[in-house]
Nanobody, 124 residues
Framework: QVQLVESGGGVVQAGDTLRLSCAAS????????MAWFRQAPGKEREFVAA?????????IYSDSVKGRFTISRDNAKNTESLQMNSLNAEDTAVYSC????????????????WGQGTQVTVSS
């Protein structure tokens, strides 16, 4: 079982930066692919970024955040982070951390474990 707790959300201005963190419990973190998804009011959950584990240690991003957001992980601390730069109003959403039993990163919303989410609000 993996439990995920996000932190770092808040209210920022357009153009600002924000860093989200996800603390994971459990002994399998280093073998879990990790990801961030977001959901804006009235919209479906949307893939943001994912990072693999073990030999699949590469990252993938949605087109909407590529070049602005960076996902990373620290296996020694069981944490995952999302550095968000050049934020705009369209980035406003609840951001959720997710983990898969598989080490392969994917944009598919089939994660096995989910955090409660943290609100990010970008004012223009």
């Amino acid at each position: 079982q993996v439990q995920l707790v996000e932190s770092g959300g808040g209210v920022v201005q357009a153009g600002d930066t924000l860093r989200l963190s996800c603390a994971a419990s459990g002994r399998t973190f280093r073998t879990n692919a990790m990801a961030w998804f977001r959901q804006a009011p009235g919209k479906e959950r949307e893939f943001v970024a994912a990072i693999g584990a073990s030999e699949y240690g590469y990252s993938i991003y949605s087109d909407s955040v590529k070049g602005r957001f960076t996902i990373s992980r620290d296996n020694a601390k069981n944490t995952e982070s999302l550095q968000m730069n050049s934020l705009n109003a369209e980035d406003t959403a609840v951001y959720s951390c997710a983990a898969r039993r598989s080490p392969i990163p994917t944009s598919i919303t089939d994660s096995d474990y989910w955090g409660q989410g943290t609100q990010v609000t970008v004012s223009s």
